[in-house]
């Protein structure tokens, strides 16, 4: 039994995603964020990024309706259409735009695959969620809401101001559920005004 294993059996919102049902400890991430700063709203629509195995669409299924997108595949679940495909690629975004034109949020989970070489692995996590932050600007209606998982490094800053310029409200924010010695970092973006 590898150490990671172990951990991750021992971990509480690991142990509370199995017995609540939800498919990955994820989920506790978005309620936790969700609870204090509304990023879902009753009825909405919203775009779940880096989804599978699908913690997030899960939970933001309960809200409105989810259009997720993974390069892995994800086991179907009720209110929610899934499109396999790269965030990063124009023909993933083509999908979506014959789906849907306008959504409430954007959410994304996205993250690399993990090199061990975090100035590698932050630079990626950055431009996923420069993609996420494209693909925002294309969907979110006016006054809409985006969340994007980061890792913390020396493009974080540039990409929070770019993110700052096109909403009204910007607060990075680390979970509770996020482990202790996670370097990511989600931002919460509310009203979206527009580039």
Not at 26 to 31: D, G, P, R, T, V
Not at 61 to 86: C, E, H, S, T, W
Request: hydrophobic share 35%; glycine share 8%; proline share 4%.
């Amino acid at each position: 039994m590898t150490r990671w294993y172990r951990e991750r059996k021992r971990d509480y919102y690991y142990k509370e995603a199995k017995k609540q049902g939800y498919r990955a400890r994820s989920s506790f991430k978005l309620i936790q964020i969700n609870n204090r700063y509304g990023i879902l709203k009753k009825g909405g629509v919203f775009i779940d990024l880096g989804a599978s195995p699908g913690g997030w669409s899960q939970m933001a299924a309960r809200y409105g309706k989810v259009i997720a997108i993974d390069i892995q595949p994800m086991q179907p679940l009720d209110n929610v259409i899934f499109i396999q495909g790269d965030l990063t690629k124009e023909e993933t975004i083509e999908k979506i735009r014959q789906i849907v034109s306008k959504v409430d949020a954007v959410i994304s989970d996205a993250s690399p695959n993990i090199s061990g070489n975090y100035t590698l692995d932050q630079a990626k996590s950055v431009w996923l969620c420069e993609n996420a932050l494209r693909i925002a600007e294309e969907f979110l209606k006016q006054g809409g809401n985006f969340l994007c998982k980061i890792f913390e490094g020396e493009d974080y800053p540039q990409f929070l101001r770019k993110v700052r310029e096109r909403f009204r409200m910007v607060k990075p924010h680390a979970p509770q559920a996020s482990r202790k010695q996670s370097s990511e970092i989600y931002i919460v973006a509310k009203g979206y005004v527009g580039r």
